[in-house]
């Protein structure tokens, strides 16, 4: 059976060296072999443990259809998306839960978010549904999905029609100048401030 170095088997389930020396010493994770010089080594059985594959049967896991809007505004396009989404997991005839979130695709600390990224970290969840590639995240995307797949988790996408600009992306860009604009100073920051107001001002045209 293969087996793995600390520093190879910390890689492959996301944590630090020290991490995995601190949980043999307080006994959380003996390695599988330790050399006469001290080396720790850990097996293939392990690795396999950390990374789901003893997860529950699929059958014992939901469906998670997530749906976003980036602000209140936009909640008329949110209720849209959960009936949609609600219409299409009930055609799929297995346990699903809608979760929702009000905050834009570039805002990593949503409520909504974390709960689900929770229930995946706990094997709990056997795919998440989203109607749009950036109904999940604006950025950061594949990063999000490398991490559900180690948990057996899978990403479905309904429509991958490409979209065109939107308000919301108008949105996002304006969070993004902002957040950046903060840090600057003297000139770049009058730039800054200039270009928020013309994404703010292009974005309350449209509306109009």
């Not at 190879?8 to 601190?22: H, P």
């Not at 080396?39 to 443990?49: A, I, P, T």
């Not at 699929?58 to 976003?68: L, V």
Request: proline residues 2%.
């Amino acid at each position: 059976m293969k087996h793995y170095s600390i520093g190879q088997f910390a890689k492959e389930i996301g944590v630090t060296v020290q991490t995995l020396r601190n949980w043999d010493k307080t006994g959380k994770l003996k390695p599988a072999s330790t050399s006469s010089s001290g080396h720790r080594h850990y097996s293939q059985q392990q690795l396999d443990y950390f990374l789901g594959l003893h997860k529950p049967d699929s059958a014992q896991r939901i469906t998670i259809g997530y749906c976003r809007v980036s602000s209140n505004k936009r909640k008329d396009d949110l209720d849209r998306q959960i009936e949609k989404m609600k219409e299409y997991l009930a055609r799929q005839g297995k346990p699903f839960e809608i979760i929702k979130d009000i905050g834009s695709g570039i805002n990593y600390n949503k409520k909504g978010l974390n709960k689900m990224i929770d229930m995946v970290l706990n094997y709990n969840v056997d795919s998440i549904v989203v109607l749009h590639k950036d109904r999940l995240l604006r950025f950061g995307y594949e990063l999000l999905e490398s991490i559900f797949l180690k948990y057996g988790t899978k990403i479905e996408i309904i429509d991958n029609t490409p979209k065109s600009e939107d308000q919301e992306l108008v949105e996002d860009l304006i969070q993004i100048v902002t957040v950046f604009s903060c840090n600057l100073q003297d000139k770049r920051a009058n730039k800054a401030k200039k270009m928020i107001k013309e994404l703010k001002d292009s974005d309350n045209g449209e509306e109009g």
